[in-house]
């Protein structure tokens, strides 16, 4: 079937935007299921905790192509793009799951599945996010992003529900093809996707002309004063909060709190579960917001650090373990609610900002400077917190005063932006 190609001044149409978040569905639930089966076939088959985390984080140096995947979304049918992404993930996973059953698959082989798979979805990421605007109108910005943003915080709960039944039910190879159909079917969805596209002229080869437009969207970025603040002040937030919730949740709960299986996968669940509020309640905060007083959404989550940290002070742990778990739970999911909103909005105001030939681009360098910063976070979250057994609160503590001369920062620097 040949894929539509509209007028690029088509106007925007719901069932595009529907069609678009239904192949969402089931290419993140996919991948989710995918990368579920992986883990598990790597821990079953090596016992190594050690090495299965060594594949994640080499599979994550994917991201730093992001750029470079803008690029090719500013040049090429963004729609056709989709497709190609998921037929490629389609054949990965259909030549691994031959492999498997050839009796010849490695953990060697289940790393280059996964590097492969990360280039992949580093790619298509900007695409994705750069195809919004196009497929919905300005009013609606906001909830579109929001429900992608759901999306994708959804299959995190429930990938590892539905992966942990169907694993122990029909095994891995079931769901290594099932991932495969899941990227087909989408694939297949995103066919009928009209996004307007308007092809540019190129001045010399592809390679020349890639490397030109990436350099563009360098230049763009540090040469418009709001989107190279907004970029330092997610880089920054990303350093301190993301592993917070990645990182430092996941130890005070299992080792801070002793808590056990069911109360420990209820409180990552609902962490989970308040960035899918904070995604979809978007709509009803951001009109109220500026550019110019995000500063206030960071220093209430700056203060939500303080709260946070007294639910761990010996006093609170002597009362056993409900009363520090509940308040602890319920902080950090009004950080990740307020981060989550914070987050989308931020976005809206750049894909509105930036022109459409430099979308792709731009969010995929913000979305690239923000992730570096993550790793260098967790690998700081987890000296802090083996350096602080026994007063936990601390890192806490130090995380909440970083935040809130972030706030500092970002009521210095955007006071006088309107975008």
């Known amino acids: 079937m040949r894929a539509i190609e509209p007028d690029a001044r088509a106007a925007p149409r719901p069932r595009d935007f529907r069609l678009l978040v239904g192949g969402q569905i089931v290419t993140v639930l996919g991948s989710a299921l995918l990368r579920f089966a992986l883990s598990l076939h790597v821990l079953d088959t090596t016992g190594r905790a050690d090495l299965f985390a060594v594949l994640f984080a080499v599979s994550s140096v994917p991201v730093l192509l992001a750029p470079i995947g803008g690029a090719i979304s500013d040049r090429f049918n963004r729609q056709r793009l989709m497709v ?7 054949g990965i996973t259909l030549v691994f799951l031959l492999v498997r059953l050839a009796g010849h698959a490695s953990v060697l082989a289940v790393g280059v599945v996964m590097v492969a798979l990360g280039l992949i979805g580093a790619m298509e990421t900007p695409n994705g996010t750069a195809c919004l605007p196009l497929l919905v109108t300005r009013d609606k910005l906001e909830s579109a992003n929001g429900i992608v943003q759901a999306v994708q915080s959804l299959s995190g709960i429930a990938a590892p529900v539905l992966g942990g039944v169907l694993y122990a039910v029909l095994g891995v190879q079931p769901l290594v093809a099932l991932s495969c159909a899941a990227f087909a079917m989408a694939a297949l969805v995103e066919l009928f996707i009209r996004i307007p596209f308007i092809r540019r002229p190129r001045t ?19 040469a418009t004063p709001s989107i190279r603040k907004l970029t330092v002040i997610a880089a920054l937030l990303n350093l301190i909060l993301v592993p917070c919730f990645l990182v430092a949740s996941p ?6 709190l002793n808590s056990g299986d069911a109360a420990y996968g209820a409180g990552m669940g609902l962490i989970e579960a308040a ?13 109220r917001m500026r550019i110019d007083t995000v500063w206030r959404w960071v220093l209430v989550v700056a203060g939500l650090f303080v709260p946070s940290a007294l639910c761990l002070t010996p006093t609170a742990l002597r009362s056993g373990l409900w009363p520090p778990y509940a308040g602890f739970v319920a902080c950090v999911m009004a950080m990740v609610a307020a981060t989550t909103i914070l987050s989308i909005f931020v976005i809206v105001r750049i894909q509105t900002k930036t022109p459409g030939d430099h979308l792709g681009k731009v969010m995929a360098i913000i979305q690239a400077a923000a992730q570096c910063a993550a790793p260098v976070g967790q690998l700081l979250y987890g000296i802090a917190f083996q350096g602080f057994t026994d007063a936990p609160y601390l890192p806490l503590l130090i995380a909440g005063g970083f935040t809130a001369l972030i706030a500092v920062f970002a009521k210095t620097t955007l006071r006088k932006e309107s975008i």
Do not use: E, N, P, Q
Not at 275 to 287: E, H, P
């Open 84 to 90: 190609l992404y998921d037929l490629a993930c389609c």
């Open 204 to 222: 010399g080869g592809m390679v020349r002309t890639l490397a030109g437009d990436l350099k563009d969207g360098f230049v763009y970025v540090w």
């Open 275 to 287: 960035s899918i509020i904070g995604a979809l309640t978007v709509g009803a905060f951001s009109r």
């Open 251 to 256: 130890l005070i709960l299992r080792l801070t």
